[in-house]
């Protein structure tokens, strides 16, 4: 397992932007494919990005693609959730999380991910 710190802490209003950034303890991230999820109370966990690391390929589920965007800086160690265009509904704890070799189809699935940080709060005010 890998050491994941999130930060950007952030209370934004409907329509705003807000970026999170999620830096790991290991050597590199190269190797590891890594996933940004969502859980808002009495819901189930939600994968809203991922990034392949075979070949950075990205994946979003529809209800956040074209608003948010994950990018890495492998000389940081540090992976970036871009969120624009916020809505109420992305109101929720965000969790990035990372897996060894997750292969070229990174999943969006809590389950398929061993190593996770500690979760930040976004709430996104009408």
């Known amino acids: 397992e890998v050491q994941l710190v999130e930060s950007g802490v952030g209370l934004v209003q409907a329509g705003g932007s807000l970026s999170l950034s999620c830096a790991a303890s290991?050597?590199?991230?190269?190797?590891?494919?890594i996933g940004w999820f969502r859980q808002a109370p009495g819901k189930e966990r939600a994968g809203v990005s991922c990034?392949?690391?075979?070949?950075?390929?990205?994946r979003y589920p529809d209800s956040v693609k074209g608003r948010f965007t994950v990018t890495s800086d492998y000389a940081k160690n540090t992976v970036y959730l871009q969120m624009n265009s916020l809505k109420p509904e992305d109101t929720a704890v965000y969790y990035c999380?990372?897996?060894?070799?997750?292969?070229?189809?990174?999943?969006?699935?809590?389950?398929?991910?061993?190593?996770w940080g500690q979760g930040t709060q976004v709430t996104v005010s009408s």
């Open positions: 999380a990372a897996v060894p070799r997750g292969g070229s189809l990174c999943p969006l699935r809590h389950w398929q991910y061993n190593s």
């Open positions: 990034m392949s690391d075979m070949d950075a390929s990205t």
């Open positions: 290991v050597f590199t991230f190269n190797g590891y494919t």
